[in-house]
């Protein structure tokens, strides 16, 4: 079993940054990718960045290209997102997940979590 803890979050003004961090409890040879998801209240939760093991195949959703930054640090079992030039929209729980695969069409990417972090937040102010 694999645990996953995120940290990072915090309330910032528009136009800040965050660096988000995620460290998985062990080293597994099953887990290939690892993302950051979020979910605001009412809405339902959504892929925000994705890291293949070796940092080669990265993905990130519309919304976020260019102002995040995902990057995954294979001897601490670590993943991080560096949000910049944050809005109010990006306000949300942010989520850390893992799995063996994804899916993957054009840009687009999918993913079924098998393990899943407790969520650190985000609060961006105007």
């Known amino acids: 079993q694999v645990q996953l803890a995120e940290s990072g979050g915090g309330s910032v003004q528009a136009g800040g940054s965050l660096r988000l961090s995620c460290a998985a409890s062990?080293?597994?040879?099953?887990?290939?990718?690892m993302a950051w998801f979020r979910q605001a209240p009412g809405k339902e939760r959504e892929g925000v960045a994705v890291?293949?093991?070796?940092?080669?195949?990265?993905y990130y959703a519309d919304s976020v290209k260019g102002r995040f930054t995902i990057s995954r640090d294979e001897d601490k079992n670590t993943i991080y997102l560096q949000v910049n030039s944050l809005k109010p929209e990006d306000t949300a729980m942010y989520y850390c997940a893992a799995a063996r695969e994804i899916s993957v069409l054009g840009s687009r990417w999918t993913m079924e979590p098998e393990y899943w972090g407790q969520g650190t937040q985000v609060t961006v102010s105007s």
């Open positions: 890291i293949f093991r070796s940092g080669a195949s990265r």
């Open positions: 062990t080293y597994t040879r099953s887990i290939n990718w």
